[in-house]
């Protein structure tokens, strides 16, 4: 075997390797992710205008039961029923928020939504599937880290930001170290902010993180809006990490909320 030969070979084997290290790392990383973290699901719905009256009130009376039902049984730590304020890109017009504390219990909740145990009602007489364009839209997600400050009230909203960052791991790793830093020293006006990783759907296409703060009100909210763009930390890298920012910001308000 001539040098040539021997040394293209050894080219290709340390390009493979170096290829698997890199999958090792991503996957490790990931799996990192999930270890000690509080799980949860949101469950996008578009709901016509003409239904969402009814939609709302079969779910903040029936549905709202059969999860307290749950909380109370251990099987999940909290519910919520949220809408987008002022529309947003995709379509949808309320969501589902439902917590849980392990994987197991996120795994095993369709087991959670049976009202004839509840409620002495079958689920087929609760159906809100059909009041809505396009039926459900269903994502878990796992949370990195977390702050709160304040009681969530009626009048409180969210902002939902949603990234695909260049850097996943330096995203998630800046966030915990300089930015929960930062937000325990001054919560900028939020009553709660925290760091999600999505877990499915995955694509090159879709949102793979979101952060979301929590405001006092929706004027609040909207001013911290307003203020975007200020200058970065010294210390942070998320221009590097996610050079394009945000590829969605959604506001929403409580329509109920259960714990």
Do not use: C
């Amino acid at each position: 075997m001539s040098n040539q030969l021997f040394s293209s070979i050894n080219l290709i084997i340390n390009h493979k390797i170096n290829q698997m290290k890199k999958f090792l790392t991503v996957l490790l990383i990931t799996i990192g992710f999930a270890l000690n973290a509080q799980y949860y699901s949101i469950t996008y719905v578009n709901v016509p205008p003409e239904n969402q009256a009814e939609f709302a009130s079969i779910e903040t009376t029936y549905w709202s039961k059969v999860a307290k039902a749950a909380i109370d049984a251990g099987k999940q730590s909290a519910w919520g029923l949220v809408a987008a304020v002022g529309g947003v890109p995709n379509g949808w017009t309320h969501a589902f928020i439902n917590v849980y504390e392990t994987a197991e219990d996120l795994a095993n909740s369709a087991s959670n939504w049976d009202p004839s145990s509840v409620l002495g009602i079958e689920a087929s007489l609760l159906n809100t599937v059909k009041l809505t364009d396009g039926g459900f839209n269903f994502q878990n997600w796992a949370v990195q880290t977390s702050l709160n400050a304040g009681e969530r009230t009626p009048e409180s909203v969210t902002v939902w930001n949603f990234a695909r960052p260049k850097n996943l791991a330096g995203f998630i790793d800046e966030n915990k170290n300089l930015w929960k830093k930062q937000f325990e020293n001054d919560m900028g006006g939020r009553i709660s902010w925290g760091v999600g990783l999505k877990l499915n759907n995955r694509s090159q296409d879709l949102s793979s993180v979101m952060t979301w703060d929590r405001y006092p009100s929706l004027a609040d909210a909207l001013k911290a809006l307003n203020n975007y763009g200020g200058q970065l930390p010294r210390q942070s890298k998320m221009q590097e990490y996610d050079p394009e920012g945000w590829t969605a910001q959604v506001i929403v308000s409580d329509v109920m909320w259960v714990d």
